[in-house]
């Protein structure tokens, strides 16, 4: 990640309290390993869960806002451990980001890719930078000749179908989109936009960036894709599901409702998030 990302990245590392001797030493091995890359641009905040070993589904909202407060740049982009920007994507979406309006709050997309695993016995751990598409050009060839590079999730069209991908592939200049619910990108916004923190009652897999990404959404900003940069997910097996997750979110659902109804939603602020639940690392 780092050696595709020429800005600033705030890292959370996720371990549990049985495994916290193990974790420092890893990370601190991981910094050793690659100070010149990390020094003055990478910083990592460790996060040891102490809950009852019968709840520990994974926080993923408590670690996001985590990374969002330490995070001292103006412009934000969160992301997840398993998306790899393309080379550059940094310095590109600083070149697009003033083609947005400047009295409205808007955000940037990044369209969302993903390299597919051959079957099931492949380890994705020993995927490395070279078998993700490096710039717009490499995506598009491999689009062609290599069935293993998608769309993000394409078989399900609300996730990430609103990044209009057909007009994607041909743009130059970024361009706006229209928000659709059920959408979920990957975006890049300024915190001079007063943003709600993801809700922090999610835990486990489903429905915990989602509600985040429609209030942004029904709040009114604006949404433009960015031409030439992207992300590209390596894909691995799912997270097992918290079944309260279904309940909270119709909670969510039901607050927010309320909160919009009576114009009374108080926004606090955003996030940016590289999270990770262990020192795993692409290989170089």
Not at 98 to 123: G, I, Q, T, W
Not at 181 to 191: A, C, D, I
């Amino acid at each position: 990640m780092a050696k595709r990302w020429d800005g600033y990245i705030s890292v959370v590392i996720y371990g549990k309290e049985d495994d916290e001797d193990q974790l420092m030493h890893q990370v601190e091995h991981l910094w050793s390993r690659h100070e010149q890359t990390f020094e003055g641009k990478v910083a990592i905040h460790v996060v040891i869960d102490r809950r009852p070993k019968d709840d520990l589904f994974y926080p993923h909202n408590i670690l996001r806002n985590i990374a969002k407060e330490n995070t001292p740049t103006d412009l934000l982009f969160y992301n997840d451990i398993d998306f790899i920007p393309s080379y550059n994507a940094h310095s590109m979406l600083l070149k697009h980001i003033p083609s947005m309006p400047n009295d409205e709050p808007s955000v940037m997309v990044l369209p969302a890719f993903e390299r597919k695993l051959r079957d099931e016995n492949e380890d994705e751990t020993k995927i490395s930078l070279r078998d993700i598409p490096s710039s717009k050009a490499n995506l598009m060839g491999n689009l062609i000749t290599n069935d293993r590079i998608r769309p993000f999730r394409e078989s399900y069209q609300p996730g990430h179908g609103p990044s209009n991908y057909t007009k994607w592939y041909t743009a130059t200049k970024a361009y706006q989109i229209n928000f659709a619910l059920n959408y979920e990108p990957y975006f890049v916004v300024s915190k001079r936009w007063n943003l709600p923190p993801f809700w922090e009652h999610f835990t486990g897999y489903g429905k915990n960036k989602q509600t985040w990404v429609e209030e942004i959404g029904v709040a009114g900003f604006n949404f433009f894709v960015c031409p030439d940069a992207f992300i590209t997910h390596v894909n691995h097996n799912n997270d097992k599901q918290d079944d309260r997750c279904v309940v909270l979110f119709f909670l969510w659902m039901v607050i927010w409702m309320l909160l919009y109804e009576t114009k009374s939603l108080i926004f606090s602020f955003f996030l940016f998030t590289l999270l990770t639940q262990d020192c795993s690392e692409f290989n170089d």
